[in-house]
């Protein structure tokens, strides 16, 4: 691993207008020192992988509190995938069923953090899925 | 508020308390260095007559029913009747609704209120692109009159009130709840309720927007208009603090906010030609009842307080109904944790109950599986029932603001209020709620990373979260939308627009178009749009081309 810093695209995709915890979460990474990008709300699978693709980074972090995740999360992973960005790391967060939880990680979405979370967990579990490339 | 002499002897006494207690903190340290409420308002020891001495009971507290109704909005509050137990529901078809709500009427809820899925409240139909996945899920999917005749099936709407979480297409929600009532032969002028109709706390902290702001307004002010005429004794909005707080807000910073997005809402009613009294009477709130108890009643009292002076100094207002601040309470969902979710029952009890010592008109009590899911049918009888112990068993209900007096709570309704006019002050000079989303975006979220900070660093203890912590299996029986919800929405589109009189759903929507671009009332072109089974997708997707969407400000 380079000294560079990760980058990390906080997005909210679909239409849920809860971003009080991407926001917690953007500006968590940023204090441990990560270049946190945030993209706002109302943001389509497409976007999101377009915006990962400009922006370069390294993680995208995807945060669905409406109950759309099992639509929206895999999307970005395949759209990631078809723009031969799959080495990107996909995180999610948000109210997200434990049931709903292993067919997302089949997906590709590889960590769900769901309410109780602490942002130490999330920073470290960024720092150490990087380090391992 | 007392005798001074009165006063002088409490105060030496006082004097020699503190000594006792210093000695004491020497000896033995008290639990934390400083206690401060959730808004960073510091807790004395003690309360005593001292500390509230300069208040005026005349001026300050008054009667319940008279101004400046800090001890409430009726003279004898729930002594004559309760407040409204009313929970907020809605999930996948208008036919899963509808069974929830008569399921709710017959376990003695009082009122309904319905939550509408995401693409109704962004004025999508169920089959636009962007409506992918979210069908149904947070709430129930309306796309035309034919699913609100569908939700309110056998649910006589001269009987029930019921209120309605929608805000930009606000007022194409109310036309198909006035179509509704008509086909049941109820009218207008006997119809109850609440729209929220409150956009500016979307684009500070809930995002269901859609118009810019000031097109937006110009609906709120024509549904204003509108009903003062014809639905008399329906809420127009729903003034929110309700979500600024979910978005991490304090409480001062609820209250400010608030009731600056309601003085933007009088002003804009006032210029576009309205006389105060004539809609004012109508405008209720919506609040949080979040986990530190007595600032949570202390809230409640100050925004009463305060909207009062604001209504006759600022504003004017002289009908008595125009000065008083009636609301809705829910419990805080943010404040509900995924871990030991059966203790949720607890805090949302505690909440309720800071709501009703608060003098709240209505109220929802959360499910303990909030956190996890939509509410389980089990999980939100726990909490109607929870509503019901207040109200029928601990008697808290019998007397008016039975804290009122208290030294410690007049203390900080005092301090609320003060704290909150600072704020309502910085966003005046900033030209008002409108022009201050920016800045109040930011406040909000320093409150919501600190107190973020506060439990992680142990300064803010949450049960089961950073302390007691156990690992207990996950609930089971939590409730999933069908995901077929979205087809079946689809289906019933389809067959929609090959059966009704399209010619006729054109001319009406461009009618809509042209009306847009006047300053005539919308409000009985929407009606009749939705009579023509014109859908809620249509009916925004012309106001879209005429005013354009809002674009968000990145703000972090």
Same mark, same amino acid.
């Given at each position: 691993?380079?000294?560079?810093?990760?980058?990390?695209?906080?997005?909210?995709?679909?239409?849920?207008?809860?971003?009080?915890?991407?926001?917690?979460?953007?500006?968590?990474?940023?204090?441990?020192?990560?270049?946190?990008?945030?993209?706002?709300?109302?943001?389509?699978?497409?976007?999101?992988?377009?915006?990962?693709?400009?922006?370069?980074?390294?993680?995208?972090?995807?945060?669905?509190?409406?109950?759309?995740?099992?639509?929206?999360?895999?999307?970005?992973?395949?759209?990631?995938?078809?723009?031969?960005?799959?080495?990107?790391?996909?995180?999610?967060?948000?109210?997200?069923?434990?049931?709903?939880?292993?067919?997302?990680?089949?997906?590709?979405?590889?960590?769900?953090?769901?309410?109780?979370?602490?942002?130490?967990?999330?920073?470290?579990?960024?720092?150490?899925?990087?380090?391992?490339? | 508020?007392?005798?001074?002499?009165?006063?002088?002897?409490?105060?030496?006494?006082?004097?020699?308390?503190?000594?006792?207690?210093?000695?004491?903190?020497?000896?033995?340290?008290?639990?934390?260095?400083?206690?401060?409420?959730?808004?960073?308002?510091?807790?004395?020891?003690?309360?005593?007559?001292?500390?509230?001495?300069?208040?005026?009971?005349?001026?300050?507290?008054?009667? !319940?029913? *008279?101004?400046?109704?800090?001890?409430?909005?009726?003279?004898?509050?729930?002594?004559?009747?309760?407040?409204?137990?009313?929970?907020?529901?809605?999930?996948?078809?208008?036919?899963?609704?509808?069974?929830?709500?008569?399921?709710?009427?017959?376990?003695?809820?009082?009122?309904?209120?319905?939550?509408?899925?995401?693409?109704?409240?962004?004025?999508?139909?169920?089959?636009?692109?962007?409506?992918?996945?979210?069908?149904?899920?947070?709430?129930?999917?309306?796309? *035309?009159?034919?699913?609100?005749?569908?939700?309110?099936?056998?649910?006589?709407?001269?009987?029930?009130?019921?209120?309605?979480?929608?805000?930009? !297409?606000?007022?194409?929600?109310?036309?198909?709840?006035? /179509?509704?009532?008509?086909?049941?032969?109820?009218?207008?002028?006997?119809?109850?309720?609440?729209?929220?109709n409150?956009?500016?706390?979307?684009?500070?902290?809930?995002?269901?927007?859609?118009?810019?702001?000031?097109?937006?307004?110009?609906l709120i002010t024509d549904i204003f208009e509108y009903c003062a005429?014809?639905?008399?004794?329906?809420?127009t909005i729903?003034?929110?603090?309700?979500?600024?707080?979910?978005?991490?807000?304090?409480?001062?910073?609820?209250?400010?906010?608030?009731?600056?997005?309601?003085?933007?809402y009088v002003?804009a009613a006032?210029?576009a030609?309205l006389?105060?009294?004539a809609f004012a !009477?109508r405008l209720?709130?919506?609040?949080?009842?979040?986990?530190?108890?007595?600032?949570?009643?202390?809230?409640?009292?100050?925004?009463?307080?305060?909207?009062?002076?604001?209504?006759?100094?600022?504003?004017?207002?002289?009908?008595?109904?125009?000065?008083?601040?009636?609301?809705?309470?829910?419990?805080? #969902?943010?404040?509900?944790?995924?871990?030991?979710?059966?203790?949720?029952?607890?805090?949302?009890?505690?909440?309720?109950?800071?709501?009703?010592?608060?003098?709240?008109? *209505?109220?929802?009590?959360?499910? +303990?599986?909030?956190?996890? /899911?939509?509410?389980?049918? *089990?999980?939100?009888?726990?909490?109607?029932?929870?509503?019901?112990?207040?109200?029928?068993?601990?008697?808290?209900?019998?007397?008016?603001?039975?804290?009122?007096?208290?030294?410690?709570?007049?203390?900080?309704?005092?301090?609320?209020?003060?704290?909150?006019?600072?704020?309502?002050?910085?966003?005046?000079?900033?030209? #008002?709620?409108?022009?201050?989303?920016?800045?109040?975006?930011?406040?909000?979220?320093?409150?919501?990373? +600190?107190?973020?900070?506060?439990?992680?660093?142990?300064?803010?203890?949450?049960? #089961?979260?950073?302390?007691?912590?156990?690992?207990?299996?996950?609930?089971?029986?939590?409730?999933?939308?069908?995901?077929?919800?979205?087809?079946?929405?689809?289906?019933?589109?389809?067959?929609?627009?090959?059966?009704?009189?399209?010619?006729?759903?054109?001319?009406?929507?461009?009618?809509?178009?042209?009306?847009?671009?006047?300053?005539?009332n919308?409000?009985?072109?929407?009606?009749?749009?939705?009579?023509?089974?014109?859908?809620?997708?249509?009916?925004?997707?012309?106001?879209?081309?005429?005013?354009?969407?809002?674009?968000?400000?990145?703000?972090?």
């Amino acid at each position: 691993m380079s000294g560079k810093p990760i980058r990390v695209l906080v997005a909210k995709p679909g239409l849920d207008g809860h971003d009080r915890g991407a926001k917690v979460i953007a500006q968590a990474l940023r204090d441990a020192g990560m270049e946190v990008i945030y993209t706002g709300l109302r943001q389509t699978p497409d976007q999101i992988v377009g915006a990962a693709l400009q922006e370069d980074v390294d993680v995208v972090a995807l945060s669905c509190l409406s109950g759309a995740h099992m639509h929206l999360f895999p999307a970005v992973v395949e759209g990631l995938k078809q723009q031969n960005a799959g080495d990107i790391l996909v995180l999610g967060g948000g109210i997200i069923p434990e049931e709903d939880i292993p067919e997302l990680k089949a997906k590709g979405i590889a960590e769900i953090f769901t309410p109780g979370t602490s942002t130490v967990d999330v920073i470290n579990h960024i720092k150490q899925k990087i380090a391992q490339r | 508020m007392f005798d001074k002499d009165l006063v002088e002897k409490i105060k030496a006494g006082k004097q020699k308390y503190n000594e006792k207690l210093d000695k004491l903190k020497s000896k033995r340290p008290e639990r934390q260095p400083q206690f401060v409420t959730d808004s960073g308002i510091e807790i004395d020891t003690l309360y005593t007559p001292e500390e509230i001495e300069y208040l005026s009971y005349e001026n300050d507290l008054g009667f !319940p029913g *008279s101004f400046p109704y800090t001890r409430g909005v009726q003279p004898n509050m729930y002594r004559g009747r309760y407040w409204t137990m009313r929970q907020y529901a809605g999930f996948g078809t208008a036919e899963e609704t509808n069974k929830r709500f008569r399921y709710l009427l017959e376990q003695g809820q009082t009122g309904l209120s319905v939550a509408f899925d995401l693409p109704t409240q962004i004025g999508y139909d169920s089959d636009h692109q962007l409506a992918m996945g979210e069908v149904g899920k947070v709430g129930v999917a309306i796309d *035309s009159l034919l699913d609100m005749e569908t939700l309110f099936d056998q649910i006589p709407l001269d009987k029930v009130s019921t209120s309605m979480t929608i805000n930009s !297409p606000a007022a194409i929600l109310l036309a198909m709840y006035i /179509a509704v009532a008509e086909k049941q032969g109820v009218k207008a002028d006997q119809l109850k309720g609440t729209i929220q109709n409150d956009i500016l706390k979307e684009y500070i902290a809930r995002g269901t927007y859609i118009f810019p702001p000031d097109h937006s307004m110009r609906l709120i002010t024509d549904i204003f208009e509108y009903c003062a005429k014809e639905v008399p004794s329906w809420n127009t909005i729903s003034i929110s603090g309700y979500h600024i707080r979910e978005a991490g807000s304090t409480a001062v910073q609820e209250v400010a906010f608030t009731l600056a997005d309601g003085i933007a809402y009088v002003q804009a009613a006032i210029n576009a030609g309205l006389d105060v009294d004539a809609f004012a !009477p109508r405008l209720s709130f919506f609040f949080n009842a979040h986990l530190n108890f007595f600032e949570e009643v202390a809230k409640f009292r100050a925004a009463r307080r305060l909207w009062a002076r604001v209504m006759k100094e600022r504003f004017g207002a002289k009908d008595p109904k125009s000065l008083m601040l009636r609301f809705h309470t829910q419990t805080a #969902g943010c404040t509900l944790t995924a871990q030991q979710p059966d203790v949720n029952i607890m805090r949302v009890a505690f909440q309720a109950l800071s709501a009703v010592l608060g003098g709240t008109q *209505s109220l929802h009590t959360n499910s +303990r599986d909030e956190a996890l /899911a939509l509410p389980s049918e *089990s999980s939100v009888l726990i909490a109607l029932r929870t509503q019901q112990v207040i109200g029928y068993e601990i008697g808290v209900a019998d007397t008016v603001d039975p804290l009122g007096g208290s030294y410690f709570v007049e203390k900080l309704t005092d301090e609320i209020e003060k704290r909150a006019m600072d704020y309502i002050k910085k966003i005046d000079d900033i030209g #008002g709620a409108p022009k201050a989303i920016d800045f109040m975006q930011k406040e909000i979220q320093k409150s919501a990373y +600190r107190y973020q900070q506060d439990i992680e660093s142990g300064k803010k203890t949450v049960i #089961g979260v950073n302390k007691f912590q156990l690992d207990t299996d996950k609930p089971k029986d939590l409730l999933k939308v069908d995901p077929e919800v979205g087809k079946r929405q689809e289906a019933k589109l389809a067959k929609l627009r090959s059966e009704r009189d399209n010619e006729k759903v054109r001319s009406v929507l461009n009618q809509i178009k042209q009306v847009a671009q006047t300053s005539e009332n919308l409000m009985p072109y929407f009606i009749e749009a939705v009579k023509s089974y014109a859908t809620l997708g249509e009916i925004c997707g012309v106001l879209r081309e005429v005013y354009g969407e809002y674009q968000q400000q990145i703000v972090f």
